[in-house]
């Protein structure tokens, strides 16, 4: 399996400003997950970082209001911009296993509230 | 696109029974992955049981097993005798398989809510 932190676990932001969330991976992994769970909802696939290039972004999310960093093969950071109510949500971080890459693993995930 | 439908928002059982959990999905892949994960109040989403789709062999972990139909798209998870901490959010899970990489993402169902009655 891996371990994941994410940070911060909670937090409660002011509307029109930007919060960034780290995650950090005790093992070298390819690619890392960014996922967005609403309230009472499923997760949702925010975007896909690979190491050295640029992140790749579902239908819906867009570089400019979650910009993703992927400096290295065990970090990276997603950061919610200019936020509204709206984007209250669980974010969560995920990788493929090192060792077994058919499962996937979850940080404990970063539960922001925007007032 | 592939597509997990969880039909069940809310299920319910005795503790110590036995309950079945739904789950169906669509792909036109043949080689792909599912999962169940647990998500309990504290949010952290654990991995309950995996199931390669080339195995015909239901996967089973301890009270926990599937019911994997390949040929109808379906993949259950039984929960036996339930216990007070199997109360959670359940996800059903796809993903599709690149060789042995870690390459693609999870794509969920919506969730069941399993309370577990003592």
């Known amino acids: 399996s891996a371990v994941i932190s994410q940070k911060p676990s909670r937090d409660i932001c002011q509307r029109g400003t930007s919060l960034t969330i780290q995650c950090q991976v005790d093992?070298?992994?390819?690619?890392m997950f960014w996922y967005r769970q609403q309230p009472g909802q499923s997760l949702t696939l925010i975007a896909t970082?690979?190491?050295?290039?640029?992140?790749?972004?579902e239908s819906g999310f867009v570089i400019d209001k979650f910009p993703i960093s992927r400096p290295n093969l065990t970090f990276s950071t997603l950061t919610v911009s200019n936020m509204s109510p709206e984007d209250s949500s669980i974010y969560l971080c995920?990788?493929?296993?090192?060792?077994?890459?058919?499962?996937?693993?979850f940080g404990e995930g970063s539960w922001l509230t925007v007032v | 696109a592939q597509t997990v439908t969880q039909s069940q928002p809310e299920m319910s059982v005795q503790e110590a029974e036995t309950v079945t959990l739904s789950c169906t999905y669509d792909?036109?892949?043949?080689?792909?992955?599912l999962f169940w994960y647990k998500q309990p109040p504290s949010r952290q989403m654990i991995l309950v049981i995996r199931q390669e789709a080339y195995k015909q062999q239901n996967a089973t972990e301890n009270r926990f097993s599937v019911n994997f139909q390949k040929a109808a798209k379906s993949f259950s998870l039984k929960i036996s005798d339930s216990q007070l901490g199997d109360a959670a959010m359940y996800f059903c899970a796809y993903r599709r398989r690149v060789g042995n990489s870690g390459n693609t993402p999870l794509v969920f169902g919506k969730g069941t809510r399993l309370s577990v009655i003592a």
């Open positions: 093992s070298q992994v390819t690619m």
């Open positions: 995920s990788v493929a296993g090192r060792l077994s890459g058919n499962t996937i693993y």
């Open positions: 970082a690979n190491q050295g290039s640029e992140a790749t972004y």
């Open positions: 792909t036109s892949e043949s080689d792909y992955y």
